[in-house]
């Protein structure tokens, strides 16, 4: 089946610094990937929607400044978090859209996770 | 977008069946019923989803009302391996760059 991978797959960083996550579909193209945020015992929180080849449409409240997502080919995606303070420590998942079995339907395939602690 | 309902939590014991409620009274004709779970530390994993007929996959069986306002996801024999956050979402199935929305879900503990 469809594999996503995800990498660091956890990160520890001081205040100030930048991060780098990198999300690829590992057996399949996707031209979308998803990337989302998830607080301690809180459901996941879409940050954006990453398109190859074309900007990011970022959801209401996420600073495209501060979460910079990169989309440079059909494998690969990277969301750079600039500037990190410890209030953006949290894990950080990413998603594709790939075909699931003999019908084909459009599911989501997620990555493992980042988590990102911010000192 | 349409929302769903879902319990908090619930129990289960080991070897059992476990029904899962979802309910969602605003969905539209071209949504389709997504159940996702996560287990802890883990990103979300696909478990089945359907339209309108009922599914059945390795993982587990959707059933869904006739009225398509309601639909339980049902896990024949529930395992340690079980135990997670099961998400119920709806989603037009029309094209790749359509998103998910997580809602809260629910919190399964199973008991040996």
């Known amino acids: 089946g469809a594999v996503v991978s995800q990498h660091p797959s956890w990160v520890i960083c001081k205040s100030g610094t930048s991060v780098k996550i990198e999300c690829r579909s590992l057996d399949f193209q996707a031209t979308t990937m998803f990337w989302y945020r998830q607080f301690p015992k809180q459901s996941l929180m879409l940050m954006a929607t990453?398109?190859?080849?074309?900007?990011?449409?970022?959801e209401q409240g996420v600073e495209k400044d501060k979460f910079l997502i990169n989309h440079a080919s059909l494998t690969l995606s990277t969301l750079t978090v600039t500037s990190a303070h410890p209030e953006d420590s949290s894990f950080y998942i990413c998603?594709?859209?790939?075909?699931?079995?003999?019908?084909?339907?459009?599911?989501?395939?997620f990555g493992a996770g980042s988590r990102l602690t911010v000192l | 977008d349409a929302k769903t309902t879902q319990p908090n939590s619930m129990e289960s014991n080991e070897e059992e069946p476990v029904h899962l409620p979802c309910n969602h009274s605003?969905?539209?004709?071209?949504?389709?019923i997504h159940w996702y779970r996560q287990l802890p530390s883990q990103g979300p994993e696909y478990v089945i989803h359907?339209?309108?007929s009922n599914v059945n996959n390795r993982m587990a069986s959707l059933a869904i009302a006739e009225d398509r306002k309601s639909s339980t996801l049902i896990l024949h024999r529930a395992t340690l391996r079980d135990a997670a956050v099961y998400y119920c979402i709806l989603r037009d199935d029309g094209g790749a760059t359509n998103k998910l929305i997580f809602g809260t879900g629910t919190l399964l503990a199973v008991q040996p």
């Open positions: 990453s398109n190859e080849g074309s900007k990011a449409t970022y």
């Open positions: 605003t969905i539209s004709g071209t949504d389709y």
């Open positions: 998603s594709a859209s790939s075909r699931w079995g003999l019908s084909g339907a459009n599911v989501l395939t």
């Open positions: 359907g339209l309108t």
